[in-house]
Nanobody
Framework: QVQLVESGGGLVQAGGSLRLSCTAS????????MGWFRQAPGKGREFVAA????????YYADSAKGRFTISKDNDKNTVYLQMNTLKPEDTAVYYC??????????????????WGQGNQVTVSS
């Protein structure tokens, strides 16, 4: 079973940037698609971004397009989420997830097999 460990969250002012990292241990994830989701207080978990197994294709929620960039380094077993021009509404716990066996829509939460522990991102106004 893979373990996903996230880092890089924290407190930032509106307009600032953060980069989240998610490193896998236990086995390689070079053949896996990876996704980032987030959950704000009182809300459900929502899709943010995803990247296919090779890193050649990326997918974004409308709220993330133009501001966030997902990338994947298979040599380091790490996926990143670069977040720029952050807004207070981006405040949430961010989760990375691995998808190995589902080949449908990348924003389908139940298609992901393994999840990180979550990392708090707080954007102050």
């Amino acid at each position: 079973q893979v373990q996903l460990v996230e880092s890089g969250g924290g407190l930032v002012q509106a307009g600032g940037s953060l980069r989240l990292s998610c490193t896998a241990s236990g086995r390689t994830f070079s053949s896996s698609a990876m996704g980032w989701f987030r959950q704000a207080p009182g809300k459900g978990r929502e899709f943010v971004a995803a990247i296919n197994w090779s890193g050649g294709s990326t997918y974004y929620a409308d709220s993330a397009k133009g501001r966030f960039t997902i990338s994947k380094d298979n040599d380091k077993n790490t996926v990143y989420l670069q977040m720029n021009t952050l807004k207070p509404e981006d405040t949430a716990v961010y989760y990375c997830a691995e998808r190995r066996y589902y080949f449908g829509s990348y924003n389908y939460l139940e298609g992901y097999d393994s999840w990180g522990q979550g990392n708090q991102v707080t954007v102050s106004s």
